[in-house]
């Protein structure tokens, strides 16, 4: 399974961006997809999640602002990250869950990451 992430850069606060993630070698629409970050000196985070099914999660800081979606077509994940602050500031990674049936269970797999800075 590979996931490369794009989209990140440098944006203004208040600014806008989309981060696009996009899967190969996995039955994308059997997985779910979830945006995580790493800032420096903090732990990594779970941003937004979006399951099989199309149902979405967000960490408290970032409702409202940022939206999860995903196109299955594309075998692409989307976050659109609005209204953004400068603790927003991180390395932003893509996560595949990638079901294995009850043995297994489900498996990771990461992208390398697309880093968002949010600076005047």
């Known amino acids: 399974v590979h996931l490369v992430e794009s989209g990140g850069g440098l944006v203004q606060p208040g600014g806008s961006l989309r981060l696009s993630c996009a899967a190969s070698?996995?039955?994308?629409?059997?997985?779910?997809m979830c945006w995580y970050r790493h800032a420096p000196g903090k732990q990594r985070e779970l941003v937004a999640q979006i399951t099989s099914g199309g149902r979405t999660n967000y960490a408290d800081s970032v409702k409202g602002r940022f939206t999860i979606s995903r196109d299955n077509a594309k075998e692409t994940v989307f976050l659109q990250m609005n209204d953004l602050r400068r603790e927003d500031t991180a390395v932003y990674y893509c996560?595949?869950?990638?079901?294995?049936?009850?043995?297994?269970?489900?498996?990771?797999?990461w992208g390398q990451g697309t880093q968002v800075t949010v600076s005047s």
């Open positions: 070698g996995t039955i994308f629409s059997r997985n779910a």
């Open positions: 996560k595949a869950e990638e079901p294995k049936g009850m043995r297994i269970g489900v498996v990771e797999y």
